[in-house]
């Protein structure tokens, strides 16, 4: 869906990207969850801890800026190296 809405904003100078967050320590995240299960998501994580708002919000921050008009169509993980 991203790479098509950056054809179909092309010549516009608007740029269409996606942050894909991995696990991150939100109320969201933690609703529902046991302390076992969440510990398994921290054991599966090659940075060993879920990820915070602040990972994300510099990647956001950096794509919205005039320094990230040259990423236009992609998926961006920002993830920690997590697969889960």
Do not use: H
């Amino acid at each position: 869906m991203v790479k098509i809405l950056a054809k179909e904003l092309k010549g516009t100078g608007i740029t269409a990207n996606c942050i894909a967050p991995g696990p991150i320590a939100t109320e969201l995240f933690y609703a529902g969850k046991t302390e076992e299960m969440i510990k398994r998501v921290v054991d599966m994580s090659p940075m060993n801890r879920l990820g915070e708002t602040k990972d994300i919000a510099p990647v956001v921050g950096f794509v919205a800026c005039d320094s990230g008009e040259w990423i236009n169509g992609q998926v961006i993980r920002v993830n920690g190296g997590s697969i889960v």
